[in-house]
């Protein structure tokens, strides 16, 4: 199974800050068919299910607000928040979809400074 | 509105067997998969597995095999995940989760609100 890290596991961000998560996975998840890398980050609130941000890594789901951006290729991605908002806390995952099973990373619990 | 709404807690023994149901409504049932996926206390995200809602093809995680069953009822837009032989490392919050349309890439554009099942004696 392909493991996904990220780091930190916490991070605690001013409002109005940048924030960045970072993911890297065992393998690479980069397909060289269709130069896609096969990974999602989803945004957990307190009580809530993971709602999906980004996929292929850096593409936004609708509706999600553009400071949310994902970037990276083959092992390493990062998430990055532009400005923190209130409403971004939350843990962030990220996952692979390069081979099955998809795997999740650990999270990273994100708070206000 | 599109939803997915998942049974209530349950509390189990050891040994016994949970069925979890996911209420799918407001999309074409049959054209999006559903995977099961848990998050047990301080663990992360862990996928169980999958069912194709138009013919019923499953794909389950080998760490589950031999003892999650996932199925669906294309009637009532449901589906079905049972876990037998319940030990107290399964106490989880079970969720399922829809597949996003391109049914190869599985990455999952909604969720349910989970389903939380505690096994004690």
């Known amino acids: 199974d392909i493991v996904m890290t990220q780091s930190p596991d916490s991070l605690a961000v001013s409002l109005g800050e940048r924030a960045t998560i970072n993911c890297k996975s065992s393998?690479?998840?980069?397909?060289?068919?269709?130069?896609?890398?096969?990974l999602a980050w989803y945004q957990q609130k307190p009580g809530q299910p993971p709602k999906l941000l980004i996929y292929?890594?850096?593409t936004r789901e609708s509706g999600v607000p553009d400071r949310f951006s994902g970037s990276g290729s083959g092992t390493d991605f990062t998430l990055t928040i532009s400005s923190l908002q209130a409403e971004d806390v939350a843990v962030y995952y990220c996952?692979?979809?390069?081979?099955?099973?998809?795997?999740f990373g650990q999270g990273t619990n994100l708070d206000i400074k | 509105q599109v939803h997915l709404v998942q049974s209530g807690a349950e509390v189990k023994k050891p040994g016994a067997s949970v069925k979890v149901s996911c209420k799918t409504s407001?999309?074409?049932?049959?054209?999006?998969?559903i995977h099961w996926v848990r998050q047990a206390p301080g663990h992360r995200l862990e996928w169980m597995g999958t069912i194709n809602t138009d013919n019923g093809n499953t794909r389950y995680s080998r760490k589950f095999q031999g003892r999650v069953t996932i199925t669906r009822d294309t009637s009532a837009t449901t589906a079905y995940m049972e876990l037998s032989t319940l030990r107290s490392e399964d106490t989880a919050v079970y969720y399922c989760?829809?597949?996003?349309?391109?049914?190869?890439?599985?990455?999952?554009?909604?969720w349910g609100r989970g389903s939380l099942v505690t096994v004690s004696s």
């Open positions: 393998q690479s998840i980069l397909y060289s068919s269709n130069n896609k890398n096969y």
């Open positions: 989760a829809r597949n996003v349309l391109t049914t190869i890439f599985w990455f999952f554009d909604l």
């Open positions: 292929w890594a850096s």
């Open positions: 996952q692979q979809y390069y081979i099955t099973p998809p795997t």
């Open positions: 407001g999309y074409n049932f049959t054209t999006y998969a």
